[in-house]
């Protein structure tokens, strides 16, 4: 009676088994946002600046901002903590799960930031989030085209140089012009 569950629950464990062997590497940092916002705040016109939810998330909590409306796009902004593990992160993975309440994306911006002393890296989406939760990985290296301040796409030299001594990393939250609610859970920085 009890052998549908326990085949259900040996496939799902083998999947997520093959998914960290395809990822490589190690879990640098992991933030479920389960009781807390782990550090991170907003940045840009959106309140609050401790956005932890406790009951939206993916599951569990996560943290979300409402917009303010105020004319900027607001971001996730991470704590010392991501950035103090982001030069272990060269060639690894940043991932995310992103919800937004506002329909169709229509804000076209840099969904992922981060820049220090040796310059801004920057990186897009080919698509926004949804109503529903969306997973969204890149890696850490110049295959993935990330922008080297603002207008030239960045060599793995470029990216290595921006990893070693981060000063912001930024997660787009705002993906509509007018009101929306944006929600972020399930953040992960995965070594090569």
Wanted: net charge negative; hydrophobic share 40%; aromatic share 10%.
């Amino acid at each position: 009676m009890h052998r549908p569950t326990i085949a259900w629950a040996l496939a799902a464990t083998a999947l997520l088994c093959q998914a960290a062997a395809a990822q490589g590497g190690r879990t640098l940092v992991r933030h479920d946002f389960t009781g807390s916002a782990e550090g991170w705040t907003i940045t840009g016109d959106a309140e609050p600046t401790e956005p932890f939810d406790a009951t939206h998330g993916y599951p569990g909590g996560c943290i979300t901002g409402v917009d303010a409306q105020l004319g900027e796009t607001w971001y996730f902004h991470a704590p010392l903590s991501v950035l103090q593990q982001l030069p272990a992160a060269i060639n690894g993975t940043i991932s995310f799960s992103l919800k937004q309440s506002g329909g169709v994306p229509s804000l076209i911006d840099d969904d992922v930031v981060i820049d220090g002393p040796a310059g801004r890296l920057s990186f897009r989406f080919p698509m926004g989030p949804g109503e529903h939760w969306t997973d969204f990985p890149v890696r850490l290296s110049e295959s993935a085209g990330w922008t080297w301040n603002w207008n030239t796409r960045a060599t793995q030299s470029q990216i290595d140089s921006v990893l070693a001594r981060p000063a912001r990393l930024e997660i787009r939250g705002e993906y509509v012009t007018g009101p929306d609610t944006g929600s972020m859970d399930n953040f992960r920085l995965i070594s090569d």
